[in-house]
């Protein structure tokens, strides 16, 4: 019987455990053996596997997180690793490996393909939506509704005191949280990295909503976007308003995962056993225009991210 292994690398993200779910139980329909690897790429190296059935992955679909557990593991970016990693799974008779991962995760994917012979197949999991070669990716949409929760509640309190707001939201170096989320949430203003943003414009932004009877803004700033004590301090300084700051951090890679989440993990699940079966390698798996893809690893790696200017022109349109 083939046998494939199955690992969760770097950043936890909603719908992990979704998507090892499907992964688990699909690989189990089409006859092949399972085996799960503990704390991703150092589990390689350290030869924790286990052995997985369909009860393995009962009761997960609604978890957040992964039960695989993850782990940075910088040394794998040395091929002497790799290939130590690449014996365990062979010391138990595995050619397949899925990486459920973001972009380094990937990386690690396409070395012990292209230095170690392994079959590899890669699932996109990572709240930043910062892989170009997908329009989304797993976790992203329970992460954009976990903001969308606190800039609701934070919208209470600020209209009960006439405050302005900011909330510091994640991405890295993508903008994609903080602009859906401000689109969706409602909000004054988004700053992103992909856009340089103007301080005086927003300052007087501020005051003219105020001069219409609105004392309350709210402000979501992309990390990687601008330093929010620099911006508040500004802000205070022109307007004479001091602003509230936010930071959500890890509570939006926590959480039950979505609904559009969980469908997203069965589908990108089904199209890496089907790729691995047949024997189709070095690929990772995406949603474009709303229809699984599947694309060569290098070349998905490559692309280049193209944030959504329309999107952006839409949020400040409706902010007015």
Request: charged share 25%.
């Amino acid at each position: 019987m083939a046998k494939v292994a199955i690992l969760t690398s770097g950043g936890d993200a909603p719908g992990m455990n979704a998507c090892l779910r499907a992964c688990v139980r699909y690989a189990i329909y089409k006859d092949l053996d399972v085996y799960g690897v503990e704390r991703g790429y150092k589990g390689l190296i350290d030869n924790k596997l286990i052995h997985m059935n369909s009860r393995s992955v009962s009761g997960i679909v609604q978890r957040g997180g992964t039960i695989l557990r993850t782990a940075r593991c910088l040394e794998f970016k040395d091929p002497e690793y790799q290939h130590q990693a690449a014996d365990t799974l062979r010391a138990y008779g595995i050619e397949n490996l899925i990486v459920i991962g973001g972009d380094g995760s990937f990386q690690g994917a396409k070395a012990l393909s292209d230095n170690c012979g392994i079959n590899v197949v890669g699932i996109p999991g990572t709240i930043d939506n910062d892989l170009a070669y997908t329009d989304y990716t797993l976790g992203f949409d329970t992460a954009v509704n976990t903001v969308i929760g606190a800039i609701n509640a934070l919208r209470d309190t600020m209209d009960s005191h006439d405050r302005v707001s900011l909330l510091e939201v994640m991405g890295r170096n993508c903008g994609d949280i903080a602009l859906y989320a401000a689109v969706a949430g409602g909000v004054e203003y988004v700053i992103t990295p992909e856009v340089p943003y103007d301080i005086d414009d927003i300052c007087s932004s501020i005051k003219f909503s105020q001069k219409r009877g609105k004392t309350s803004n709210m402000i979501v700033l992309a990390e990687g976007a601008g330093n929010k004590e620099e911006i508040c301090t500004k802000i205070k300084e022109k307007t004479g308003i001091s602003v509230k700051t936010t930071t959500l951090g890890h509570i939006q890679r926590g959480g039950s995962p979505s609904m559009a989440d969980r469908v997203l993990a069965a589908k990108f699940a089904v199209r890496a056993v089907d790729l691995l079966l047949q024997k189709q390698t070095n690929r990772v798996v995406g949603i474009k225009d709303n229809k699984i893809i599947d694309r060569d690893i290098t070349e998905a790696l490559n692309e280049k991210n193209c944030f959504d200017k329309e999107l952006y022109n839409i949020a400040h349109i409706l902010s007015l």
